[in-house]
């Protein structure tokens, strides 16, 4: 019967739920779905992690290639993030070129990284205006169950945290670059920007972490991102129902929460891999 | 090859393999929500995963309907992190269209498709690591799927290959070995039935070797489809056995 309800009115059966303030998978409105964190798995690239949230998977791989530096920031190396949504995630995605949603998801990625500071372009700097490194952030879900930009960012940060490079010395005869493939350094991470996404239904009911589903029915979505000195870096709301300044503050404070959680855990996961 | 021995005098090659020896095989069914059957696979360092969609009614294209059975539709992608140098074109190139059509063709004859008229089904496959045997890892996961999803099939397929290196035949042929140069034959198989559905070699072999290559091919296959089939009812079992728990 409930099966039935559910697919002929789906928004009232939503409703429902939420008038008893739990919703259809049993969590509490501000409850976030179980995140599982595997680091390092993608030996052919430079880092990468695979984290889940909930049903939700997104595999991040980076590959780091040397190139030149632009004429105009000589000292500055690149982070060049793509998302991709394939149609192997979700019956939703057909195959062609990258979906609208796709191309939205990448742009906020590449908002994060270049607000956060998450990575310090002049790190990847290694011989001014000559040579500097370019770090190519794949990220690819593979299950899609709502909130992918969640889980990108914890898939990005985490194999961020897991790059290896090589170290690049310039032979002073020939002037072409020799990597020390013996020598493998860490990228030095700068901030740690965690993302949290709440949806709103009904232009009421306010609730994290949205599903597949939820996000269907949600009359609209806002994504905080915080860094760890209690930074808002990024603020991602696409329309939808307006918020009031309190309600803002609200989720503010819950992502900031969140931010830690998530900050532990890859942590915690980073020091249980041996290198 | 200049200062790489492909095979030890011992007779042991770079892995430690011996020259019959598959690589470890690991395999996960049902790992997703979204799809109606999945599959990862893991042919040692190798890892590939399978999606399948459908049957469904048949997308873009009315024109492709075919009236009398199901229409495959395969698509083949490589993760741009998945190879040593970094791929800028994950899919759409040449090879992974070649590859992308091999699949089609292969899932085309061992899928019964003439249960499903006027409809499609969707095989994706990712490869996420990739050191030899792409489309072996791909299709045995493709098989896998495909068995998840409930979609009847004639037998399984199971791919291997098998390399002809330093006057002897080796089984299941890894990246360093693949770009040894040496000729190499891929072949998939319908185990039980003995029937091969695709085989395919791309340089040159002398005519009296290709027996001996093939039969360990075949052979690789059937090891390949012994590891599936354990995996498959070890899947149904412990599904079961939640079913009838709760």
Redesign the interface.
Known sequence: MAADFKTAQPVEYYRRFLKEDVRPDGRELGEIRHTTLNIGS????EG?ALVKLG?T?V?C???A?LCNPTAEEPKKGFVVP?V?L??????RF??GPPSEQAQVVSQLMADIIENSGVVALEDLCIVEGKLCWVL?C?M?C????GNVVDTCVISLLAALKNVLLPEVTVNEETGSPVTDVEKKLPLNIRKCPVATTFGVFDDHYLFTDPT?EEECLATGVLTVVTTEDNKICCMHKPGGTALSESRLQDCINRALTRAEEVRKLIDETINSVER | MAGLEIISDQGYRIDGRRSSELRKVCARMG?????DGSAYIEQG?T?A?A?V?GP?EV??GRGKIQHDRAVVNC?F?M??????E?KSR?KGDRRSQEMSMHLRQTFEAVIVTELFPRSQI?I?V?I????GGNYCACVNAATLAVIDAGIPMKDYVCACTAGFIQDSPLLDISYVEESAGAPFLTVAMMPKSEQIVLLEMNSRLHADNMEKVLDLATQGCKDVFAVLDRHVRDHVSESHALMTAS
């Open positions: 993608i030996t052919t690239a990468s049903n998977t595999i791989g980076i590959k290639e793509n991709d394939p149609p192997l995630c979700s019956p057909r195959p190519y794949d690819m593979l299950d899609y169950d597949n | 790992v997703f929500t979204q799809a360092n890892k995963l999606t969609y469904h997308r873009k698509q992608s993760a741009t992190f998945s190879t040593g970094r994950p969707d994706y990712q996420l690591q990739a050191d």
